[in-house]
Each structure stands twice: as structure tokens, then as C-alpha cells.
């Protein structure tokens, strides 16, 4: 049987459990008086009930029972209700029983008959001491969602702490790259005429020789020799190309016709070696600020590296599509693809693993595009080839 007693000054929710129904009116009723809201149950299944339903700050729960025992039902409402304070009511009871009520849960121990002046003394004292350690109890929450919270910070700034080490790292090996470059216009300035002239003279000579020469190893080696005064001699001029030549940049330039453009200047060499040329062009892209000749010069070393990876018969392909306001373009070769001890280096001034290369065309390539806010890097590379991507900010 259910019962329920009302007030309008309750401050204290409390649930008795008492199967003597005039233990259960006569402490409700002195509660109430008090201050408390009070609900009554005879039996311990009606009381789980009330429990179940309001939550109760304080359970007076009777130890002796006809249908189970005290203990019982103490065990369970503490393990289903931490925060509910349970106060035990005996008639026969010992120290024993109360040291056993206390380890299992029991906040107090009242021995029938009881006063109303000290049963609501020590129901307050029980509702004080919750007060405090619920109020531990959520500070102990706080600190551990604090705790929680600072090591999320801890590990958020290690990893921004990393990123921009990173950053850092990557900006040093920028800023020695273009000491590098530098150093290679300043010298190249500087010592262009200084080499060209024993060249014009060894290249002058060596014709000379020439008329007069008639053994056939003679002129062979001769020969040899004026090929490679003019490759010193063109290497020479592109560099001082790249540190003399004046930039004419325009905002309207299209990245398909600057890459067919670099593509035509091959077409000898793509048709004696029966090389196919792929280009798929997703769209028609917008348009990017650069200057036209030096974006020419980027896929013009991107071709030559690809045709010099290739065999007779590979495939070059060029892929060029927008997203997020960005042109992206790949280009990818069918050759034997980059290996891991040197994918590091490759853009590196002067590092080559041609006999004949200078080591400049991938570094000028990158620097190019990042002096228009882009990027150059391997994408992917593989025994079956190698894809670089390149992306270009639109113009808008």
C-alpha cells in the first residue's frame, strides 16, 4: 500500500519503508511537520517503487522485514541509487548489526523508539554530510573533466607544437633552396664570361684542327668535343636566363594552352620514340596570374625529365581539373619510376642522377611555382611510373 503525504514547505525529499503502518503515519507525519515530502511504503517492493520514481535524497528503511531483510534491500538501493541516503530503522539491533549496516552503505542507525527531537537531528546531520560529499563528489567530476580537458590542450599544442616545427623545417629548407638559386644566378652572372671566353677559344681552336685533320678518330674526337663546348654553352645561357630575364605577368592565363604549348616543342621527339601523349582536361580552367614563360619552363622540364624516364613506346599523360577554386594538374610517365634513396633529393639545386644532367630543372620547376602561390611535389611514383602533381590558385 502506497501512501503520500503532502506539504507545502517540503524541503527534503524522504521515502520510509516500514512494515508497521503506525511507525510509518507517525514518522511521516512528524517529518512532514518539518519540512520534508514524504512518501510511505509497508513493503519492500513498494518502496523500490517509490524509489524508482522520485529519487529520494533520504530512505528510513526498516531493518526487520517479513519478506526480505534490511540488508538487503540497503544493498540494492545503493547500488541502483548512489546519491539516495539510507537511514536504518531497528528494534533489536546491536553493534554488530549497525558496524554491518554502516560497511554496506548505511549512512545511519536509529534504534526504535525514537524521540522527534533526535530523529530529525540526525536526519539533518545525515542530509548535511550528503550535502558536503555530493557537492565532493561533483568537484571530483570537475577535476577529472578538467584533467581530461587539460590533456586534450597538452596534446593539442604537442601537435600545433609539431606542425610548426614542420612548418619551420620545411620554410629553413626553402629559404637553402633559394640561397642556392641565388647563389647560382650570382654566379652564373659572374662567371659567364669569364668561362665563355676560354670556351670561344677551345671552340676556335678545335676548328682550326679540324682542317687540317684527316684521320677519321681524330675528327670523331673533335667533334665530341665542339658537342660538349656547346652544351657548356647552353647551360650557360639558361642560367643566365633565369637571373637576367624580365617577367611579364598577366592575369589571364590558361593552363591547357601553356601545357600544349610544351607538349608541341616535343613532338619530334615523342613521334620518333612512338610515345603516347594523353591529355584529359576535365574543364576548362580558370584563368591563373603568372607570366607565361615561366610557367612554359616548368612543363617543359616536367616533359623532358618524363621522356628521359620513358623507353621506347611509354606513355605520357596530363591530367588538368579544378576543385576548391584551385587548378590541379598531374603529370605522369610510364617510366621506371623514382627510387626511395633519391625521392628525397629530387628537388634539390644541382642534384642529378643523369650523367649529363645539370640538377636544375626540378628545382627551378618547384621554385616557379611557388612564386605564384602554388606547389609542385611527387604525387605518387612507382616502378610502373611517377605522377607529379602541381596545383595554381585561380585568378578571381
Known sequence: MLTKSDSPEKKTSVVIIDDDRNILDLTSLILAKHGFQTYTADCACDGFELISRHTPDLVLLDYIMPETDGLSVLRQVKSGFPDTYVVML??????????????????????????????IERLENVLKIRKIELHNRELQKQKEHLLFEIEQW??????????????????????????????MGYLSAGVAHEIRNPLNSIALFIQLMRQTATEPDQLEYQAKILKE???????????????????????????NQIIDTAIEAFSPQTDARKIQVKRHYHCVPPPITADPAELEQIFTNLFLNAL???SYG?????????????????????????????????????????????????PV???????YEGSMEVECTSPEGTTFRLEFPAFT
Do not use: H
Not at 558496524?99 to 530523529?119: D, Q
Not at 600545433?160 to 647563389?183: G, M, T
Not at 596530363?318 to 603529370?331: M, P, Q, S, Y
Open 90 to 119: 531497528t528494534g533489536k539491533g546491536n553493534e554488530e548489526v549497525a558496524v554491518e549496516l554502516m560497511k554496506n552503505g548505511a549512512s545511519e542507525y536509529i534504534v526504535k523508539p525514537f524521540n522527534n527531537r533526535n530523529l
Open 154 to 183: 597538452n596534446l593539442d599544442l604537442k601537435k600545433r607544437v609539431r606542425e610548426k616545427s614542420a612548418a619551420l623545417q620545411n620554410a629553413l629548407e626553402e629559404i637553402a633552396r633559394s640561397e642556392k638559386l641565388a647563389a
Open 229 to 255: 663546348v656547346d652544351r657548356i654553352d647552353a647551360i650557360i645561357r639558361k642560367l643566365l636566363d633565369a637571373s637576367r630575364r624580365t617577367r611579364t605577368i598577366t592575369s589571364d592565363i590558361q593552363i
Open 308 to 310: 628521359d624516364a620513358m
Open 314 to 362: 611509354g606513355c605520357l599523360a596530363i591530367e588538368v581539373f579544378e576543385n576548391n577554386n584551385r587548378v590541379i594538374i598531374r603529370v605522369s610517365d610510364s617510366g621506371s619510376g623514382i627510387t626511395e634513396d633519391v625521392l628525397p633529393s629530387i628537388f634539390e639545386p644541382f642534384f642529378s642522377t643523369k650523367n649529363r644532367g645539370t640538377g636544375m630543372g626540378l
Open 365 to 371: 620547376a618547384q621554385r616557379i611555382a611557388r612564386m
